[in-house]
């Protein structure tokens, strides 16, 4: 059963330190989405591609987030250098261009910035 | 200013009973609205997504509906199960092209008793 994964699920850093997350789509899937999730701002989208290309990153941090899908099966989102703020649940999702309303979630990442 | 407010932001039942969740928005122009399960520490899920068109979608014991003119969603969950316990999230999508066009509730919390 296809399902979106994403490494690391758990990652505690000092800040200061670089932060990457990666995430593999659901194959055939040419959209995917990055979202970060608090408990005061709930899920906010920060960036998305589609046939990897950029569409919309306005939801980013640009000084010190970027975000990339160097192919098809590889998306990634770093955070250089990271702060305590930044600390959140990142969430990968992908999607079909024909089915462009659903999308497909990751477990996430639950990062830690001390 | 576009906006998702779902209330209540938590409520509690007891297994069995049914239940309503709440979704108004403001969000302009309107593409689609979809309802997300989320368990604690895993990623949404999708369970309905309308467009303008469509004022009732079901989905096994969920049923959405939607109201247009009233900018208003509901989620009704019957004969409530515990696994029904998790937070429902509402994100309404917008038409807007070259910018941020989702725009998330930040969920209700709902816990269901045996």
């Known amino acids: 059963d296809a399902r979106v994964t994403q490494t690391p699920r758990h990652k505690v850093t000092e800040m200061g330190q670089e932060v990457t997350m990666r995430c593999q789509p659901i194959?055939?899937?040419?959209?995917v989405f990055w979202y970060r999730q608090t408990m005061m701002q709930g899920l906010e989208l920060l960036a998305y591609?589609?046939?990897?290309?950029?569409?919309?990153d306005s939801g980013m941090p640009k000084d010190r987030f970027s975000a990339e899908m160097p192919d098809a099966t590889l998306a990634t989102l770093k955070i250089q250098p990271s702060e305590p703020r930044d600390s959140a649940v990142y969430f990968c999702?992908?999607?079909?261009?024909?089915?462009?309303?659903?999308?497909?979630f990751g477990p996430g990442t639950r990062l830690t910035v001390t | 200013k576009n906006q998702v407010e779902q209330s209540p932001q938590s409520l509690i039942i007891l297994e069995g009973k049914n239940c309503t969740l709440q979704?108004?928005?403001?969000?302009?122009?309107?593409?689609?609205l979809r309802w997300y399960k989320q368990d604690t520490g895993r990623g949404p899920v999708s369970l309905t997504i309308?467009?303008?068109?469509?004022n009732t979608k079901s989905n096994g014991r969920y049923t959405a509906t939607l109201d247009a003119d009233t900018k208003q969603s509901s989620l009704h969950i019957t004969a409530s199960q515990l696994s029904d316990s998790a937070s429902y999230i509402c994100?309404?999508?917008?038409?807007?092209?070259?910018?941020?066009?989702?725009?998330f509730g930040t969920g209700t919390r709902l816990t269901v008793i045996p």
């Open positions: 999702a992908s999607g079909q261009r024909r089915d462009s309303y659903e999308q497909y």
């Open positions: 194959l055939g899937h040419n959209t």
């Open positions: 591609f589609r046939n990897r290309a950029p569409l919309d």
């Open positions: 979704c108004n928005y403001t969000v302009s122009p309107f593409s689609n």
């Open positions: 309308m467009t303008f068109s469509e």
């Open positions: 994100v309404v999508s917008s038409y807007q092209t070259g910018a941020n066009n989702l725009f």
